[in-house]
């Protein structure tokens, strides 16, 4: 149930800049609208808002800060940050990423992504956090890693939208302000009394990858390794995932950049299984083929002899 009062109507102007389309999106707390810019009618944007008198205002707030000062091809970028005249609501303007999400396009394919294509989606999602967790002099800890929040376009890139509970990480402090995290998904130290750090997003990643490849199970609930759900996974995936989803975060891989190694290693193993069935089909093909071409000779000899 929404907790808010924002209504914005087709045609309404903000900032005698942006005129709203439709609503595109709600949360308990905030709405996203499609906009066009008034004086260049075919540049879209979408503008998330957020009630000031909510703590979600302040959130948004801190998405805004947090993205404005990054600029990745997988983040969206953002165009503008204001609150209304009457200081009741906050405007996050940002990039409109003409798409879906991960969760809704997984939810149309019956629960089921190739495993080719996931190793690709979550590479993707490697650099992009690698790049957060590299941010000088705080790497950005995103903390809500989920289909939801992965936004697929047209030419299957990813965009990751939503940094509402992302924070810049603080060396030595002893845990985080705000225990939160999205079930399923969240590391377990989000919601124990512990500081979250790099190594809490590559968990969700472990978490999402078993999650698209298990048809929506979560690895909490079922606490069964991924080969039980999907057969024959290339090794290097199967190890990349078991290690991820460790609750010590020490006993995790440590970095992106080395789940990213084990993912390029399972596109190699997946095209290297891929062209030994190509070669078996192909042999199989010809043995078939000479079976019948050796059938077709008895057959005329056969046929030719009767008719002397």
């Known amino acids: 149930m929404a907790k808010h009062n924002i209504h914005l109507a087709e045609g309404d102007i903000l900032k005698n800049q942006y005129e709203i389309i ?19 009618e075919n540049r879209l944007w979408a ?26 091809p997988s983040l969206p970028k953002i165009a503008d940050f204001f ?7 906050f405007y996050l303007v940002q990039e409109y990423v003409e798409g879906e999400t991960l969760y809704e396009w997984f939810e149309q394919n019956d629960c089921f992504i ?22 000088k002099p705080s790497p950005i800890i995103y903390r809500d890693l989920k289909p939801a929040n992965i936004m697929i376009t047209k030419t299957r890139d990813i965009k990751l939208i939503d940094f509402g509970i992302a924070r810049k990480y603080t060396e030595n402090k002893a845990k985080d302000t705000l225990q939160i995290g999205t079930v399923g998904f969240a590391a377990p130290e989000q919601f124990e009394k ?29 606490q069964k390794p991924i080969q039980f ?44 299984g891929k062209n030994h069935s190509l070669k078996k089909g192909l042999l199989i093909s010809k043995y078939v083929f000479s079976i019948f071409f050796f059938i077709g000779v008895i057959v005329y000899i056969a046929y030719d002899q009767f008719h002397k």
């Open 229 to 272: 759900f999907r057969k024959q996974l290339p090794k290097s995936l199967k190890k990349c995932i078991h290690l991820l989803v460790k609750s010590n975060p020490n006993e995790r891989i440590q970095t992106a950049g080395e789940v990213k190694d084990y993912l390029k290693k399972t596109q190699m193993q997946l095209a290297k």
């Open 47 to 72: 503008i998330k808002v957020a009630d000031m008198e909510k703590k979600i205002s302040k959130r948004l707030f801190s998405e805004a800060k947090i993205l404005s000062e990054l600029d990745h």
């Open 114 to 135: 190739d495993e080719e294509t996931v190793v690709n989606i979550c590479i993707q999602l490697c650099d992009v956090l690698h790049y957060l967790h590299s941010r």
């Open 22 to 40: 439709q609503q595109i999106g709600s949360g308990g707390m905030s709405v996203v609208y499609l906009a066009k810019e008034c004086k260049e």
């Open 194 to 222: 512990r500081q979250s750090d790099t190594r809490t997003d590559l968990f969700s990643l472990g978490a999402l990858m078993y999650y698209l490849l298990s048809g929506g199970k979560y690895v909490y609930i079922t």
């Open 83 to 89: 609150s209304s005249p009457d200081k009741e609501f």
